[in-house]
C-alpha cells in the first residue's frame, strides 16, 4: 500500500471536468471522500463542518451536536470517521480559495487520518499564500486530469474479519409466532402448528442458526482440541454384549430417526446402557462444562444482531442449540426465550440502514456508539461508563465488559470511530470508551433515548441504575447461556454439511 | 406561475411580445440549456428585451420551475441563500450556519429541475459566482442558471474562469436595426399599428433609437395622449408633444 500522499491538482482553467470528476467519485464505502467547502469567508471550523457533512453527516446534527461544537473536537470527530470508514483518499475542491490556516488544517488531517489529499486548486498556480505551508509538506503537484481520475479511482476493498461467513436470510416483514417449546420439539411443533409457509420462513432461520452453531463450533479451538478428528463409528463400538439382531436394530433405528451414523454415545443413550467416557486429556468424562462463555456469548449474540423479529431469533437460537446437539453440545438458554431480555429479542437490529441512521444523525462518535452498544447489548446498559477503550475488539466484532456481546459488521465503524476519537483525545487503553459531553454522566439514559428519537430508533426499557439489584448486562438471555459437552459429535468436526437439516 | 407576468417595461397595457430574431434565439437556445440542465449568458445594453425574452420563453418551455432572482448590487453569499431561501418557498426558517443553510439548500434543489434567471448579473461579485458554482456543480441538483445583464456584463462573466466551461451558451442582444423595428414594432402594439411607416422610422430615429424600453414609454405616452385628446390615430403633432415629454427632441 503506498504511504499517504499530498497532491496538489492545478485545474488551471477551472474546467468543469476536474470538479465534476473529483464529486463523481465521491464514495465513503469506496474510500474516496470529496469535500465542497460552503462559499463564503469562512473560518477553519467551518472546513470541520464542510468535512463531517462530506462524511454524511447531518448538517444541522453537525453544527449543534453537543461535544464537537468547538473546533478541535470537530475535527477529531471528522478524522476519527474517516479512519472508521476506511476512507483512503480525500480531494478538497476549491482549495485555492482557502486560507493558509485551513490549508495547515487539512495537512494535520491528512497526518491525523494516513490518507491520501488531493487539493484542487481551480488556478493558474497554487495560491502565494499557502506556498510556506506546502513547503513543509512533501507533496507532488498535477495539472493533469486521466492523473487525477487514476488517483481517485477506488482501491480493492480489503476484507473485513469475517467477511467470508454467510450472510444471514432476510427475515420477513411479518415473521410467524414461533412455538415455545425446548429444542427437541421446536422444530417439529413449527411442523405441526405452522401452516406449510410460515414453517418454512421459520425453518430458513432454523437451519441458518443450526450451519452457524456447527460452522462456530467447528472452528473453535476448545471443541477441536476436545474432539477426534473422526466422528466415532457405531458397528465397532455398540456395546459387546449386544446380539448382531439387536446391534442391526440399534443401528438401523439410529440411521432411520435421525438420518445419520451414529455414534457411540448416541446408541449408548438410546439403549440406556450410560456408558463412561474413555478419559481423554483434561476431559475425564461427560458431561464437562464449555470454558469460553464469552466467546459463547459473542456467538449467540451475534447470531440474532440483525434479527428484526424476536420470533425469528428464537428460531436462530433454537437451530443453534441443534447444531451444537450435533456436536455433542448440550446449550441452554432461558427457558422462556421470547421474553427475554437481550440482543435480537429487545433493542434494534443493528442492520446497515439503522446503522447509517445512526452515523448521520448522531455526528459525535461517542455518542453514536453509546446507542449502538446500546442496542446491540438489547438490555439497559445504564453504566455505559464502565466501557474501557479496550473493552472493544481490535476491529470492534466484540464488546467485553461485564459479559460480551456481538457488534455486527454495520455497527462496527460506530465503536471503531469512537474509539479512535478518544484515543485522539488523549485517552489511554484503560480510559472510559464513552464519556458525554459533561464527562461520563452526560452519557444518561435520558440522553440516549433523545438520540434514539433523533433517529427514528427507541432504546430498549431503561431500568433507573438504583432501582436495579443487579449489574444491568446480567439481564441479557446471552449471558445467562450454558454449553456442556454431553457427547461424540454426530458428525464430523471440522466442516460442517451445508445440507445438514435440510428436510427432503 | 414562479416567473412574474409583468415582462413589459411600466407595464404597458395592450403590448404584445414580438418574435424578433433575438428572441427566437433566446427560445431556441433556452430549449437546449434546460435540457443539458446546464449555464446561458444573455448579455447586452439596457432595455433590448434580454429579460422579457428569457422570461416569456421560460413561461412557455418550464412555467412551474422557473424563478427570476433580483439583487440589490453587489449582493453576499448570505443574499443569495435568503433570496433562493425565499423563492423556493422552504418552510423552515433560515439556518443560522451556512453548512446547514447550504445542505438545506442542495436538499430542495435535488428535488426537481428548476431553471434560475439572475437578472442584473453583472453586479454579481465572484463571491455570488462561487456560490452558484457551488450549487451548480453538486450532483445531486437540478438546475439551470441564465445569467442576463446589460453594460459590461460580457466582461464581468468571461473574466471568470469557473464561467467559461461551464456556461452552455452566451448569447449578445444588440440594437435593433431600421428594418427590424419597420417590421417590429406595428407588432408591438396596437397604436402602431396603422400608423405611418415614416413615423414610426421618425420616433426610431429621433427618440426609440432601436430601444425596446423606450419604445415601450414613447407608446405610454402616445396612448394617454390619444386617451386625453380623444383620438385614435397617431400623428407627428402628437408625436411632438410626447416628445416634449420625454425630453426628446423633434429635428
Known amino acids: 500500500m503506498r504511504p499517504p500522499r499530498v497532491i496538489v491538482v492545478l485545474d488551471r482553467h477551472d474546467d468543469t471536468a476536474f470538479t465534476q470528476c473529483a464529486l463523481a467519485a465521491h464514495r465513503i464505502g469506496a474510500g474516496i471522500m470529496t469535500i465542497h467547502p460552503s462559499p463564503g469567508r469562512l473560518g477553519t471550523a467551518h472546513l470541520a463542518r464542510d468535512l463531517l457533512v462530506a462524511l454524511g453527516k447531518d448538517a444541522e446534527q453537525v453544527t449543534d451536536a453537543s461535544g464537537i461544537k468547538a473546533e478541535e473536537p470537530a475535527w477529531r470527530a471528522g478524522a476519527a470517521w474517516t479512519i472508521a470508514y476506511r476512507i483512503r483518499t480525500v480531494a478538497v475542491l476549491r482549495a485555492h480559495l482557502l486560507r493558509q490556516e485551513h490549508w495547515e488544517r487539512l495537512l494535520a488531517f491528512q497526518y491525523t487520518a494516513g490518507v491520501h489529499l488531493l487539493l484542487f486548486c481551480h488556478s493558474q498556480d497554487v495560491p502565494l499564500e499557502v506556498n510556506r505551508t506546502l513547503a513543509g509538506a512533501p507533496h507532488t503537484i498535477t495539472d493533469d486530469l486521466a492523473h487525477v481520475i487514476e488517483l481517485l479511482r477506488p482501491a480493492p476493498s480489503e476484507p473485513g474479519p469475517d467477511e467470508d461467513e454467510p450472510a444471514p436470510p432476510a427475515v420477513p416483514a411479518s415473521f410467524p409466532i414461533v412455538p415455545r417449546t425446548a429444542v427437541t420439539r421446536f422444530r417439529a411443533d413449527a411442523w405441526r402448528r405452522l401452516s406449510t409457509g410460515e414453517y418454512e420462513a421459520v425453518d430458513v432461520q432454523y437451519r441458518y442458526g443450526l450451519q452457524a452453531g456447527c460452522a462456530w463450533l467447528a472452528r473453535h479451538p476448545e471443541y477441536q482440541d476436545a474432539t477426534p478428528d473422526e466422528p466415532v463409528l457405531a458397528p465397532e463400538l455398540l456395546p459387546r454384549y449386544l446380539s448382531p439382531r439387536e446391534s442391526a436394530q440399534a443401528h438401523a433405528y439410529a440411521s432411520d430417526t435421525y438420518g445419520i451414523t451414529p455414534s457411540r454415545s448416541v446408541i449408548t443413550a438410546l439403549l440406556c446402557v450410560g456408558r463412561e467416557r474413555p478419559a481423554r486429556g483434561r476431559y475425564p468424562r461427560y458431561p464437562y462444562a464449555w470454558r469460553d462463555e464469552a466467546g459463547l456469548q459473542v456467538f449467540l449474540s451475534a447470531l440474532v444482531a440483525d434479527c428484526p423479529s424476536p420470533e425469528a431469533s428464537c428460531a436462530r437460537v433454537r437451530g443453534a442449540q441443534a447444531g451444537l446437539l450435533l456436536h455433542g453440545m448440550l446449550l441452554a438458554v432461558p427457558r422462556d426465550l421470547r421474553t427475554a431480555k437481550g440482543p435480537g429479542l429487545t433493542g434494534a437490529a443493528l442492520t446497515e440502514p439503522v446503522c447509517s441512521r445512526i452515523g448521520e444523525h448522531l455526528p459525535n462518535p461517542v455518542t453514536a456508539a453509546a446507542l449502538a452498544i446500546t442496542l446491540a447489548a438489547g438490555v439497559p446498559l445504564a453504566d455505559l461508563g464502565v466501557l474501557r477503550i479496550a473493552s472493544v475488539g481490535a476491529h470492534a466484532e466484540a464488546v467485553r465488559a461485564n459479559g460480551a456481546f456481538a457488534i455486527p459488521p454495520a455497527a462496527r465503524p460506530l465503536l471503531i470511530a469512537a474509539r479512535t476519537f478518544r484515543r485522539l483525545n488523549g485517552a489511554r487503553e484503560e480510559g472510559r470508551l464513552l464519556v458525554g459531553p459533561r464527562g461520563a454522566e452526560g452519557l444518561v439514559p435520558a440522553t440516549l433515548e433523545e438520540d434514539a428519537r433523533a433517529c427514528g430508533l427507541s432504546v430498549p426499557e431503561q431500568t433507573p441504575y438504583s432501582e436495579n439489584p443487579f449489574p444491568p448486562p446480567l439481564a441479557a438471555w446471552h449471558l445467562k447461556a450454558r454449553c456442556w459437552f454431553v457427547a461424540d459429535p454426530l458428525h464430523g468436526p471440522r466442516q460442517p454439511d451445508p445440507d445438514l437439516g435440510r428436510v427432503a | ?251
Open chain 2, 1 to 251: 406561475m414562479s416567473l412574474p407576468n409583468d415582462d413589459h417595461y411600466l407595464k404597458l397595457k395592450g403590448a404584445c411580445i414580438v418574435g424578433t430574431e433575438a428572441f427566437e434565439e433566446t427560445q431556441d437556445t433556452l430549449a437546449d440549456v434546460l435540457e443539458v440542465q446546464a449555464m446561458m449568458c444573455v448579455f447586452g445594453d439596457a432595455g433590448l428585451g434580454k429579460t422579457l425574452s428569457v422570461v416569456s420563453s421560460l413561461r412557455n418551455l418550464a412555467p412551474e420551475n422557473s424563478f427570476r432572482v433580483q439583487y440589490r448590487s453587489r449582493p453576499t453569499t448570505l443574499d443569495i441563500r435568503n433570496e433562493l431561501h425565499a423563492l423556493l418557498g422552504i418552510g423552515a426558517p433560515p439556518p443560522r450556519h451556512p453548512i446547514h443553510f447550504d445542505a438545506l439548500l442542495k436538499r430542495a434543489l435535488s428535488e426537481t429541475f428548476r431553471v434560475f434567471v439572475c437578472d442584473e448579473a453583472q453586479w454579481l461579485t465572484r463571491e455570488a459566482f462561487e456560490y452558484w458554482r457551488f450549487l451548480w456543480d453538486d450532483v445531486r441538483t437540478e438546475m439551470a442558471v441564465v445569467f442576463v445583464g446589460g453594460g459590461n456584463c460580457y466582461d464581468v462573466l468571461n473574466n471568470e474562469p469557473m464561467l467559461s466551461s461551464r456556461v452552455y451558451a452566451w448569447q449578445e442582444y444588440r440594437m435593433l436595426t431600421s428594418s427590424q423595428v419597420l417590421k417590429a414594432i406595428p407588432d408591438f402594439h396596437p397604436v402602431w399599428k396603422e400608423a405611418d411607416k415614416d413615423d414610426i422610422h421618425w420616433v426610431d430615429d429621433n427618440a426609440a433609437h432601436g430601444n425596446f424600453r423606450r419604445w415601450a414609454k414613447i407608446t405610454r405616452h402616445v396612448c394617454q395622449g390619444l386617451e386625453r385628446n380623444g383620438e385614435t390615430e397617431v400623428t407627428r403633432k402628437l408625436l411632438q408633444w410626447v416628445f416634449s415629454r420625454i425630453a426628446g427632441r423633434a429635428k
